[in-house]
Protein backbone atom coordinates (compact mmCIF):
# COMPACT_ATOMS: atom_id res chain seq x y z
CA UNK A 1 0.00 0.00 0.00
CA UNK A 2 0.92 3.68 -0.81
CA UNK A 3 2.16 5.99 2.09
CA UNK A 4 1.71 9.23 0.07
CA UNK A 5 -1.53 10.73 1.75
CA UNK A 6 -0.54 9.65 5.96
CA UNK A 7 -0.93 12.31 8.36
CA UNK A 8 -3.31 14.22 5.53
CA UNK A 9 -6.83 15.40 7.22
CA UNK A 10 -8.87 13.87 4.68
CA UNK A 11 -11.59 12.07 6.60
CA UNK A 12 -12.08 8.00 5.55
CA UNK A 13 -15.58 8.59 4.08
CA UNK A 14 -14.51 11.80 1.87
CA UNK A 15 -14.96 10.06 -1.44
CA UNK A 16 -18.62 10.68 -0.57
CA UNK A 17 -18.35 14.29 0.80
CA UNK A 18 -19.40 15.85 -2.40
CA UNK A 19 -22.86 13.79 -2.28
CA UNK A 20 -23.75 15.15 1.54
CA UNK A 21 -26.77 17.81 1.57
CA UNK A 22 -24.76 20.74 3.39
CA UNK A 23 -22.26 21.51 -0.24
CA UNK A 24 -20.42 24.28 0.42
CA UNK A 25 -20.81 27.77 -1.76
CA UNK A 26 -17.49 27.17 -2.92
CA UNK A 27 -17.45 23.14 -3.42
CA UNK A 28 -14.01 21.45 -2.72
CA UNK A 29 -14.06 19.55 -5.64
CA UNK A 30 -16.88 20.04 -8.63
CA UNK A 31 -16.79 17.37 -11.66
CA UNK A 32 -15.43 20.03 -13.88
CA UNK A 33 -12.56 21.29 -11.72
CA UNK A 34 -10.12 18.57 -13.09
CA UNK A 35 -10.03 20.47 -16.62
CA UNK A 36 -9.29 23.80 -15.19
CA UNK A 37 -6.79 22.60 -13.00
CA UNK A 38 -5.45 20.56 -16.05
CA UNK A 39 -1.29 22.32 -15.90
CA UNK A 40 -0.60 21.19 -12.73
CA UNK A 41 0.92 18.06 -13.07
CA UNK A 42 -0.70 17.12 -9.54
CA UNK A 43 -4.05 17.93 -10.32
CA UNK A 44 -4.46 15.78 -13.40
CA UNK A 45 -2.38 13.00 -12.06
CA UNK A 46 -5.03 12.30 -9.05
CA UNK A 47 -8.14 11.16 -11.37
CA UNK A 48 -5.28 8.74 -12.88
CA UNK A 49 -4.30 7.41 -9.79
CA UNK A 50 -8.22 7.07 -8.52
CA UNK A 51 -9.70 5.89 -11.50
CA UNK A 52 -8.94 6.78 -14.89
CA UNK A 53 -12.12 6.04 -16.61
CA UNK A 54 -14.58 7.47 -14.01
CA UNK A 55 -12.63 10.96 -13.07
CA UNK A 56 -14.73 13.16 -14.79
CA UNK A 57 -18.25 11.29 -14.14
CA UNK A 58 -19.75 13.02 -11.60
CA UNK A 59 -22.99 10.46 -11.12
CA UNK A 60 -20.24 8.47 -9.17
CA UNK A 61 -20.89 10.36 -6.07
CA UNK A 62 -24.19 9.70 -6.02
CA UNK A 63 -23.93 5.39 -6.24
CA UNK A 64 -21.77 6.27 -3.13
CA UNK A 65 -23.98 6.34 0.37
CA UNK A 66 -24.06 9.27 2.11
CA UNK A 67 -21.63 9.21 4.83
CA UNK A 68 -22.80 10.61 8.55
CA UNK A 69 -23.91 13.75 9.25
CA UNK A 70 -21.08 14.63 11.61
CA UNK A 71 -18.37 13.41 9.07
CA UNK A 72 -20.13 15.24 6.38
CA UNK A 73 -20.07 18.67 8.42
CA UNK A 74 -16.67 17.80 9.71
CA UNK A 75 -15.09 17.83 6.28
CA UNK A 76 -17.34 20.58 4.74
CA UNK A 77 -16.07 22.90 8.17
CA UNK A 78 -12.04 21.73 7.32
CA UNK A 79 -12.59 22.52 3.70
CA UNK A 80 -14.11 25.65 3.79
CA UNK A 81 -11.44 27.10 6.45
CA UNK A 82 -8.62 26.33 4.16
CA UNK A 83 -10.08 27.41 0.99
CA UNK A 84 -11.21 30.81 2.56
CA UNK A 85 -8.10 31.39 3.93
CA UNK A 86 -6.07 30.65 0.77
CA UNK A 87 -8.40 30.98 -1.97
CA UNK A 88 -5.73 30.91 -5.15
CA UNK A 89 -4.34 27.69 -3.67
CA UNK A 90 -8.11 25.87 -3.70
CA UNK A 91 -7.29 24.46 -7.42
CA UNK A 92 -3.76 22.69 -6.28
CA UNK A 93 -5.62 21.26 -2.94
CA UNK A 94 -7.54 18.31 -4.42
CA UNK A 95 -4.13 16.72 -5.00
CA UNK A 96 -2.57 16.80 -2.24
CA UNK A 97 -4.37 13.52 -0.68
CA UNK A 98 -6.45 11.82 -3.27
CA UNK A 99 -9.59 10.55 -2.45
CA UNK A 100 -9.29 6.94 -3.25
CA UNK A 101 -6.23 6.34 -1.14
CA UNK A 102 -7.51 7.87 2.21
CA UNK A 103 -10.45 5.68 1.59
CA UNK A 104 -8.86 2.69 0.51
CA UNK A 105 -6.32 2.95 4.08
CA UNK A 106 -8.43 2.65 6.75
CA UNK A 107 -12.23 3.63 6.80
CA UNK A 108 -13.12 2.10 3.25
CA UNK A 109 -12.86 -1.49 4.53
CA UNK A 110 -14.65 -0.55 7.64
CA UNK A 111 -17.49 0.75 5.82
CA UNK A 112 -17.28 -2.35 4.06
CA UNK A 113 -17.67 -4.33 6.65
CA UNK A 114 -20.86 -2.01 7.27
CA UNK A 115 -22.54 -3.93 4.56
CA UNK A 116 -22.30 -1.02 1.85
CA UNK A 117 -18.87 -1.56 -0.76
CA UNK A 118 -16.83 1.54 -1.49
CA UNK A 119 -17.69 3.07 -4.90
CA UNK A 120 -14.88 3.99 -7.12
CA UNK A 121 -13.63 7.60 -6.25
CA UNK A 122 -14.94 9.38 -8.90
CA UNK A 123 -13.88 12.84 -7.53
CA UNK A 124 -10.30 14.03 -8.17
CA UNK A 125 -10.02 16.34 -4.84
CA UNK A 126 -9.00 16.06 -1.21
CA UNK A 127 -5.62 16.56 -0.82
CA UNK A 128 -2.60 17.56 -2.85
CA UNK A 129 -0.09 14.79 -3.80
CA UNK A 130 3.29 14.78 -2.75
CA UNK A 131 5.45 16.08 -5.96
CA UNK A 132 6.88 12.33 -6.86
CA UNK A 133 3.32 11.22 -7.04
CA UNK A 134 3.17 11.36 -11.25
CA UNK A 135 5.37 8.32 -11.96
CA UNK A 136 3.18 6.43 -9.15
CA UNK A 137 0.30 6.28 -11.65
CA UNK A 138 1.65 4.00 -13.55
CA UNK A 139 3.31 2.48 -10.73
CA UNK A 140 -0.18 1.89 -9.03
CA UNK A 141 -2.33 0.92 -11.95
CA UNK A 142 0.42 -1.70 -13.25
CA UNK A 143 0.76 -2.84 -9.37
CA UNK A 144 -3.48 -3.60 -9.80
CA UNK A 145 -2.28 -5.80 -13.21
CA UNK A 146 0.43 -7.30 -11.75
CA UNK A 147 -1.44 -8.70 -9.31
CA UNK A 148 -3.98 -9.59 -11.28
CA UNK A 149 -1.69 -11.62 -13.42
CA UNK A 150 -0.32 -13.09 -10.86
CA UNK A 151 -3.45 -14.04 -9.33
CA UNK A 152 -4.44 -15.78 -12.82
CA UNK A 153 -1.05 -17.82 -12.90
CA UNK A 154 -1.54 -19.05 -9.78
CA UNK A 155 -5.01 -20.18 -10.23
CA UNK A 156 -3.70 -21.42 -13.63
CA UNK A 157 -0.69 -23.33 -11.89
CA UNK A 158 -2.76 -24.83 -8.89
CA UNK A 159 -5.52 -25.97 -11.32
CA UNK A 160 -2.81 -27.46 -13.51
CA UNK A 161 -1.04 -29.04 -10.56
CA UNK A 162 -4.42 -30.36 -9.35
CA UNK A 163 -4.75 -31.96 -12.50
CA UNK A 164 -1.64 -33.86 -12.41
CA UNK A 165 -2.04 -34.80 -9.52
CA UNK A 166 -5.72 -36.18 -9.89
CA UNK A 167 -3.93 -37.80 -13.58
CA UNK A 168 -0.95 -39.28 -11.25
CA UNK A 169 -3.34 -41.00 -8.33
CA UNK A 170 -5.53 -42.19 -11.35
CA UNK A 171 -2.44 -44.07 -13.09
CA UNK A 172 -0.38 -44.81 -10.73
CA UNK A 173 -1.63 -44.96 -7.32
CA UNK A 174 0.84 -42.37 -6.33
CA UNK A 175 3.92 -44.38 -7.89
CA UNK A 176 5.46 -42.84 -11.14
CA UNK A 177 6.89 -44.80 -13.14
CA UNK A 178 8.78 -43.92 -17.42
CA UNK A 179 9.14 -47.57 -18.51
CA UNK A 180 6.94 -49.18 -21.18
CA UNK A 181 5.52 -52.74 -20.76
CA UNK A 182 5.43 -54.85 -24.05
CA UNK A 183 2.20 -56.27 -25.61
CA UNK A 184 2.96 -59.63 -25.39
CA UNK A 185 5.75 -61.51 -22.81
CA UNK A 186 8.47 -62.77 -24.47
CA UNK A 187 7.46 -66.32 -23.70
CA UNK A 188 4.69 -65.85 -26.06
CA UNK A 189 6.80 -64.49 -28.90
CA UNK A 190 7.35 -66.63 -31.90
CA UNK A 191 10.07 -66.30 -34.29
CA UNK A 192 9.16 -66.68 -37.88
CA UNK A 193 11.21 -69.97 -39.21
CA UNK A 194 14.14 -68.55 -41.09
CA UNK A 195 14.90 -65.98 -39.18
CA UNK A 196 18.86 -66.57 -36.91
CA UNK A 197 16.73 -66.69 -33.55
CA UNK A 198 14.39 -69.63 -35.31
CA UNK A 199 17.19 -71.21 -36.92
CA UNK A 200 19.58 -71.10 -33.27
CA UNK A 201 17.07 -72.42 -30.82
CA UNK A 202 16.80 -75.41 -33.29
CA UNK A 203 20.37 -76.32 -33.79
CA UNK A 204 21.66 -74.86 -30.54
CA UNK A 205 20.70 -78.44 -28.64
CA UNK A 206 22.71 -80.47 -30.91
CA UNK A 207 25.76 -78.28 -30.59
CA UNK A 208 28.47 -79.51 -27.89
CA UNK A 209 31.05 -77.72 -26.52
CA UNK A 210 34.13 -80.33 -26.32
CA UNK A 211 37.47 -80.40 -23.49
CA UNK A 212 40.25 -82.03 -24.49
CA UNK A 213 43.18 -82.60 -21.47
CA UNK A 214 46.27 -84.32 -22.72
CA UNK A 215 47.67 -87.38 -20.84
CA UNK A 216 51.14 -89.21 -20.72
CA UNK A 217 54.37 -87.39 -20.17
CA UNK A 218 53.03 -84.79 -22.77
CA UNK A 219 51.63 -82.59 -19.60
CA UNK A 220 48.69 -83.87 -17.88
CA UNK A 221 45.88 -81.77 -17.73
CA UNK A 222 47.01 -79.65 -21.00
CA UNK A 223 44.44 -79.23 -23.35
CA UNK A 224 41.63 -76.46 -24.80
CA UNK A 225 38.32 -75.90 -25.50
CA UNK A 226 36.57 -76.83 -29.27
CA UNK A 227 32.53 -76.92 -30.92
CA UNK A 228 31.54 -80.17 -32.08
CA UNK A 229 27.92 -81.00 -33.43
CA UNK A 230 25.28 -84.60 -33.21
CA UNK A 231 26.37 -86.25 -36.74
CA UNK A 232 23.73 -89.24 -35.64
CA UNK A 233 21.72 -90.51 -32.99
CA UNK A 234 24.33 -93.20 -32.02
CA UNK A 235 26.08 -90.69 -30.30
CA UNK A 236 28.71 -89.95 -32.81
CA UNK A 237 30.38 -86.32 -33.05
CA UNK A 238 32.02 -84.28 -35.75
CA UNK A 239 34.47 -82.04 -34.63
CA UNK A 240 37.97 -80.74 -35.93
CA UNK A 241 41.45 -83.36 -35.49
CA UNK A 242 43.41 -79.77 -33.66
CA UNK A 243 39.99 -79.90 -31.45
CA UNK A 244 41.05 -83.55 -29.96
CA UNK A 245 44.58 -84.29 -30.99
CA UNK A 246 46.17 -83.14 -27.63
CA UNK A 247 43.76 -85.88 -25.77
CA UNK A 248 43.97 -88.96 -28.77
CA UNK A 249 46.90 -90.46 -26.51
CA UNK A 250 45.95 -90.96 -23.10
CA UNK A 251 44.03 -87.97 -22.61
CA UNK A 252 40.37 -87.16 -21.42
CA UNK A 253 37.62 -85.89 -23.79
CA UNK A 254 33.95 -84.68 -22.16
CA UNK A 255 31.32 -83.44 -24.04
CA UNK A 256 29.05 -80.79 -22.55
CA UNK A 257 25.49 -80.34 -24.10
CA UNK A 258 23.62 -76.77 -23.83
CA UNK A 259 21.45 -78.13 -21.13
CA UNK A 260 24.44 -78.44 -18.67
CA UNK A 261 24.84 -82.00 -19.05
CA UNK A 262 28.11 -83.48 -19.53
CA UNK A 263 29.89 -87.20 -21.15
CA UNK A 264 32.85 -88.68 -21.47
CA UNK A 265 33.69 -89.23 -24.74
CA UNK A 266 36.20 -91.29 -26.97
CA UNK A 267 38.04 -91.15 -30.60
CA UNK A 268 36.67 -93.12 -32.77
CA UNK A 269 38.80 -91.61 -36.05
CA UNK A 270 40.99 -88.35 -36.85
CA UNK A 271 42.10 -87.52 -40.48
CA UNK A 272 44.99 -85.06 -40.09
CA UNK A 273 44.92 -84.06 -43.40
CA UNK A 274 41.49 -83.56 -43.76
CA UNK A 275 41.53 -81.77 -40.03
CA UNK A 276 38.38 -83.77 -39.13
CA UNK A 277 37.53 -86.12 -36.23
CA UNK A 278 34.79 -88.18 -34.95
CA UNK A 279 33.68 -88.96 -31.42
CA UNK A 280 31.35 -91.00 -29.73
CA UNK A 281 29.46 -90.47 -26.08
CA UNK A 282 30.46 -93.70 -24.39
CA UNK A 283 27.17 -93.07 -22.58
CA UNK A 284 25.18 -91.63 -25.30
CA UNK A 285 21.30 -90.16 -24.11
CA UNK A 286 18.53 -91.08 -26.03
CA UNK A 287 16.47 -88.80 -28.46
CA UNK A 288 19.52 -87.01 -29.56
CA UNK A 289 18.86 -84.83 -32.53
CA UNK A 290 21.39 -84.76 -35.73
CA UNK A 291 21.96 -81.80 -37.65
CA UNK A 292 20.33 -81.75 -40.54
CA UNK A 293 23.37 -81.79 -43.99
CA UNK A 294 23.15 -79.15 -46.84
CA UNK A 295 24.77 -79.71 -49.99
CA UNK A 296 28.48 -77.71 -50.05
CA UNK A 297 28.26 -77.45 -53.65
CA UNK A 298 24.87 -75.71 -54.45
CA UNK A 299 26.18 -72.64 -52.06
CA UNK A 300 26.75 -69.42 -53.36
CA UNK A 301 28.79 -66.41 -52.53
CA UNK A 302 26.23 -64.14 -50.38
CA UNK A 303 24.41 -66.40 -48.82
CA UNK A 304 23.53 -65.91 -45.31
CA UNK A 305 25.50 -67.92 -42.92
CA UNK A 306 25.26 -68.83 -39.14
CA UNK A 307 28.01 -70.15 -37.10
CA UNK A 308 28.05 -72.02 -33.55
CA UNK A 309 30.80 -72.41 -31.17
CA UNK A 310 32.42 -71.63 -27.94
CA UNK A 311 35.00 -68.77 -28.94
CA UNK A 312 37.35 -68.09 -25.95
CA UNK A 313 35.62 -70.87 -24.10
CA UNK A 314 31.78 -68.55 -24.16
CA UNK A 315 29.75 -71.97 -25.40
CA UNK A 316 26.71 -71.70 -27.35
CA UNK A 317 27.78 -68.26 -28.95
CA UNK A 318 25.33 -67.60 -32.28
CA UNK A 319 27.35 -65.53 -34.56
CA UNK A 320 25.64 -64.26 -38.62
CA UNK A 321 27.42 -63.59 -41.78
CA UNK A 322 27.65 -64.58 -45.30
CA UNK A 323 29.67 -66.32 -48.01
CA UNK A 324 32.34 -64.54 -49.11
CA UNK A 325 33.89 -67.16 -51.37
CA UNK A 326 34.00 -70.62 -52.38
CA UNK A 327 37.03 -72.70 -53.22
CA UNK A 328 39.42 -71.12 -51.12
CA UNK A 329 42.52 -72.93 -50.65
CA UNK A 330 43.65 -73.07 -47.27
CA UNK A 331 45.95 -75.09 -45.45
CA UNK A 332 45.86 -74.75 -41.36
CA UNK A 333 49.63 -74.86 -40.91
CA UNK A 334 52.49 -72.55 -43.10
CA UNK A 335 52.18 -74.83 -46.18
CA UNK A 336 55.07 -76.82 -45.37
CA UNK A 337 54.39 -80.02 -45.28
CA UNK A 338 54.25 -82.36 -43.07
CA UNK A 339 51.34 -82.20 -40.68
CA UNK A 340 49.70 -79.51 -42.58
CA UNK A 341 45.73 -79.89 -43.06
CA UNK A 342 44.59 -78.53 -46.51
CA UNK A 343 41.04 -77.91 -47.52
CA UNK A 344 39.05 -75.79 -50.63
CA UNK A 345 37.29 -73.63 -48.21
CA UNK A 346 34.28 -71.77 -47.59
CA UNK A 347 35.29 -68.08 -46.59
CA UNK A 348 32.51 -66.42 -44.44
CA UNK A 349 32.62 -63.17 -42.12
CA UNK A 350 30.94 -64.50 -39.59
CA UNK A 351 32.61 -63.91 -36.50
CA UNK A 352 34.75 -67.03 -36.00
CA UNK A 353 37.29 -67.46 -32.74
CA UNK A 354 39.79 -70.28 -31.13
CA UNK A 355 36.84 -72.45 -29.81
CA UNK A 356 34.80 -71.89 -32.86
CA UNK A 357 36.83 -74.49 -34.15
CA UNK A 358 34.62 -77.84 -34.77
CA UNK A 359 31.25 -76.56 -34.97
CA UNK A 360 28.65 -76.27 -37.57
CA UNK A 361 28.49 -73.48 -40.01
CA UNK A 362 24.67 -73.22 -40.68
CA UNK A 363 22.88 -72.06 -44.02
CA UNK A 364 19.70 -69.87 -43.52
CA UNK A 365 17.90 -73.07 -42.94
CA UNK A 366 19.95 -74.38 -40.81
CA UNK A 367 21.28 -77.13 -42.42
CA UNK A 368 25.23 -77.52 -41.95
CA UNK A 369 27.10 -76.31 -45.07
CA UNK A 370 30.59 -76.88 -43.45
CA UNK A 371 32.61 -77.30 -40.29
CA UNK A 372 34.54 -74.03 -38.99
CA UNK A 373 37.86 -74.95 -38.71
CA UNK A 374 40.47 -71.89 -39.61
CA UNK A 375 40.66 -68.35 -39.18
CA UNK A 376 42.99 -65.93 -40.98
CA UNK A 377 45.70 -64.15 -38.47
CA UNK A 378 47.04 -61.03 -39.31
CA UNK A 379 50.73 -61.88 -37.46
CA UNK A 380 50.41 -65.99 -38.44
CA UNK A 381 48.86 -66.90 -41.35
CA UNK A 382 46.42 -69.31 -41.35
CA UNK A 383 45.53 -71.45 -38.33
CA UNK A 384 44.12 -71.60 -35.37
CA UNK A 385 46.33 -69.04 -33.01
CA UNK A 386 45.10 -67.05 -30.67
CA UNK A 387 44.14 -63.91 -33.18
CA UNK A 388 40.84 -62.19 -33.24
CA UNK A 389 38.52 -62.71 -36.07
CA UNK A 390 39.03 -60.18 -38.26
CA UNK A 391 36.18 -61.09 -40.66
CA UNK A 392 38.13 -63.43 -42.24
CA UNK A 393 37.03 -67.25 -41.05
CA UNK A 394 37.36 -70.80 -43.06
CA UNK A 395 35.38 -73.80 -43.53
CA UNK A 396 35.68 -77.67 -44.08
CA UNK A 397 32.81 -77.87 -47.15
CA UNK A 398 30.44 -80.60 -45.63
CA UNK A 399 30.39 -82.66 -48.58
CA UNK A 400 33.76 -83.44 -48.13
CA UNK A 401 33.52 -83.58 -44.21
CA UNK A 402 30.66 -86.41 -44.65
CA UNK A 403 32.64 -88.25 -46.75
CA UNK A 404 35.34 -88.29 -44.14
CA UNK A 405 33.31 -89.08 -41.49
CA UNK A 406 31.56 -91.51 -42.75
CA UNK A 407 35.11 -93.85 -43.75
CA UNK A 408 36.08 -92.79 -40.00
CA UNK A 409 33.09 -93.90 -38.74
CA UNK A 410 33.42 -97.81 -40.93
CA UNK A 411 37.63 -97.95 -40.64
CA UNK A 412 39.04 -95.63 -38.02
CA UNK A 413 41.03 -94.49 -40.68
CA UNK A 414 40.88 -91.83 -43.13
CA UNK A 415 41.38 -92.30 -46.85
CA UNK A 416 43.05 -89.70 -49.56
CA UNK A 417 42.85 -89.20 -52.90
CA UNK A 418 46.09 -88.88 -54.91
CA UNK A 419 47.48 -87.95 -58.33
CA UNK A 420 51.62 -90.09 -57.34
CA UNK A 421 53.31 -86.81 -57.82
CA UNK A 422 55.50 -84.47 -55.60
CA UNK A 423 54.53 -80.52 -55.99
CA UNK A 424 56.45 -77.88 -54.85
CA UNK A 425 54.63 -76.24 -52.25
CA UNK A 426 56.36 -73.50 -51.29
CA UNK A 427 56.20 -71.78 -55.07
CA UNK A 428 52.73 -69.56 -55.77
CA UNK A 429 50.87 -67.68 -58.33
CA UNK A 430 52.13 -69.78 -61.70
CA UNK A 431 50.41 -72.83 -60.43
CA UNK A 432 51.77 -76.37 -58.73
CA UNK A 433 55.02 -77.32 -60.04
CA UNK A 434 55.82 -81.12 -60.51
CA UNK A 435 59.28 -81.37 -58.48
CA UNK A 436 62.30 -82.59 -59.93
CA UNK A 437 62.16 -85.44 -57.53
CA UNK A 438 60.20 -86.66 -54.13
CA UNK A 439 61.29 -87.35 -50.55
CA UNK A 440 63.93 -89.01 -49.05
CA UNK A 441 65.49 -89.08 -53.16
CA UNK A 442 62.50 -90.91 -54.50
CA UNK A 443 60.68 -89.80 -58.07
CA UNK A 444 58.81 -87.20 -58.06
CA UNK A 445 56.43 -88.93 -60.41
CA UNK A 446 55.18 -92.44 -59.02
CA UNK A 447 56.09 -94.96 -61.27
CA UNK A 448 53.03 -96.65 -62.37
CA UNK A 449 50.74 -93.93 -60.57
CA UNK A 450 47.72 -92.02 -61.78
CA UNK A 451 49.95 -88.88 -62.65
CA UNK A 452 52.65 -90.71 -64.72
CA UNK A 453 49.70 -92.71 -66.26
CA UNK A 454 48.59 -89.79 -67.86
CA UNK A 455 51.51 -88.78 -68.98
CA UNK A 456 53.20 -86.33 -66.51
CA UNK A 457 56.70 -85.59 -65.89
CA UNK A 458 59.09 -83.23 -63.26
CA UNK A 459 59.06 -80.33 -64.17
CA UNK A 460 55.76 -79.74 -66.12
CA UNK A 461 53.54 -76.70 -63.92
CA UNK A 462 49.72 -78.33 -63.64
CA UNK A 463 47.53 -74.74 -63.94
CA UNK A 464 43.74 -76.27 -63.54
CA UNK A 465 42.12 -79.04 -62.00
CA UNK A 466 38.42 -80.14 -62.41
CA UNK A 467 37.70 -76.90 -63.63
CA UNK A 468 39.24 -74.91 -61.11
CA UNK A 469 42.61 -72.48 -61.43
CA UNK A 470 45.71 -73.87 -59.32
CA UNK A 471 48.12 -71.43 -58.20
CA UNK A 472 50.32 -73.14 -55.93
CA UNK A 473 51.13 -76.89 -54.23
CA UNK A 474 48.74 -76.17 -51.38
CA UNK A 475 45.66 -75.01 -53.96
CA UNK A 476 46.05 -78.03 -55.62
CA UNK A 477 45.86 -80.87 -52.64
CA UNK A 478 43.06 -78.64 -51.54
CA UNK A 479 41.20 -79.32 -54.81
CA UNK A 480 42.19 -83.01 -55.15
CA UNK A 481 40.98 -83.65 -51.46
CA UNK A 482 37.72 -82.66 -52.06
CA UNK A 483 37.09 -85.72 -54.21
CA UNK A 484 37.13 -89.65 -54.28
CA UNK A 485 39.69 -92.39 -55.18
CA UNK A 486 38.91 -93.73 -58.58
CA UNK A 487 37.38 -90.28 -59.81
CA UNK A 488 38.73 -89.16 -63.29
CA UNK A 489 39.54 -85.33 -62.94
CA UNK A 490 40.63 -83.36 -66.27
CA UNK A 491 44.10 -81.99 -65.73
CA UNK A 492 45.49 -78.84 -67.50
CA UNK A 493 49.54 -78.57 -67.05
CA UNK A 494 52.31 -76.40 -68.75
CA UNK A 495 55.44 -78.16 -70.56
CA UNK A 496 57.78 -75.96 -72.30
CA UNK A 497 56.03 -72.74 -72.67
CA UNK A 498 52.75 -74.93 -74.14
CA UNK A 499 49.21 -76.12 -72.47
CA UNK A 500 47.79 -79.33 -72.45
CA UNK A 501 45.49 -81.45 -71.14
CA UNK A 502 45.00 -84.77 -69.72
CA UNK A 503 42.78 -86.91 -67.65
CA UNK A 504 44.26 -88.48 -64.11
CA UNK A 505 42.04 -91.29 -62.62
CA UNK A 506 42.75 -90.18 -58.82
CA UNK A 507 44.70 -93.06 -56.41
CA UNK A 508 44.52 -93.50 -52.89
CA UNK A 509 46.48 -93.36 -49.69
CA UNK A 510 45.13 -94.84 -46.18
CA UNK A 511 46.46 -93.30 -43.35
CA UNK A 512 48.23 -90.29 -41.92
CA UNK A 513 51.56 -91.59 -42.46
Known amino acids: MSTENEGTAVPADHPAAPSTPTTPPTPPAPPTAPPASAPTPAAAEAPTAAQPPTAAQPPAPEA??????????????????????????????????????????????????????????????????????????????????????????????????????????????????????????????????????????????????????????????????????????????????????????????????????????????????????????????????????????????????????????????????????????????????????????????????????????LDASGAVIGINSAIQSTGSGFGQSQAGSIGLGFAIPVNQAKNVAQQLIRTGKPVYPVIGATVNMQEQGEGATIASQGSGGTPSVTPDGPAAKAGLKAGDVITGFGGHQIDSGPSLISEIWTHKPGDQVKITYERDGKTSTATVTLGERTGDS
Open 64 to 361: APAPAPDAAHAAHAAHAAHSAHTPAHAAHTPAHAPAPESAASTPAPAAAGAGWPPPPPTVPAWGAPLPPAAPEAPRRRTGGLVAAVLVAALVAGGIGGGIGYWAAQRGDDGVSSTTVSSGEAPASFKREPGTVAAVAATALPSVVTIQAKSGGSQGEGEGGTGTGFVYDQEGHIVTNNHVVASAADGGTLSVTFPDGKSYDAEVVGRAEGYDVAVLKLTNAPKGLKPLPLGDSDKVAVGDSTIAIGAPFGLSNTVTTGIISAKNRPVASGDGSGGSNSYMSALQTDASINPGNSGGPL
